[in-house]
């Protein structure tokens, strides 16, 4: 049984930094590329970042030189480094793995607030 568990997230004042990280089980990681996505209230779910199995990265422009996505295959986790968070990061960070399928993790909270 695939399993992705997100963690990291939390409450953050304008400028501060987290870590969220995406923990799968039941899967050869290192054959999937990984994104990260997020959804705020009332808003799509929009692709932030890419990591492809061969650790090419690509991110949206609005969190270029800010976020860093990452991944570390022997132990099964990717992670999501964000610095100078702003409060429009404020949404629900979903992790998703993609090969011939495609798994989602459950979400963590990220809210950007003074």
């Known amino acids: 049984q695939v399993q992705l568990v997100e963690s990291g997230g939390g409450l953050v004042q304008p400028g501060g930094s987290l870590r969220l990280s995406c923990a799968a089980s039941g899967i050869i990681f290192r054959l999937y590329a990984m994104g990260w996505y997020r959804q705020a209230p009332g808003k799509p779910r929009e692709l932030v970042a890419t990591?492809?199995?061969?650790?090419?990265?690509d991110y949206v422009e609005s969190v270029k030189g800010r976020f860093t996505i990452s991944r570390d295959n022997a132990k099964n986790t990717g992670y999501l480094q964000m610095n100078s968070l702003k409060p429009e990061d404020t949404a629900v960070y979903y992790c998703?793995?993609?090969?011939?399928?495609?798994?989602w993790g459950q979400g963590t909270q990220v809210t950007v607030s003074s």
């Open positions: 990591i492809s199995s061969a650790g090419s990265t």
């Open positions: 998703k793995l993609t090969g011939w399928r495609e798994y």
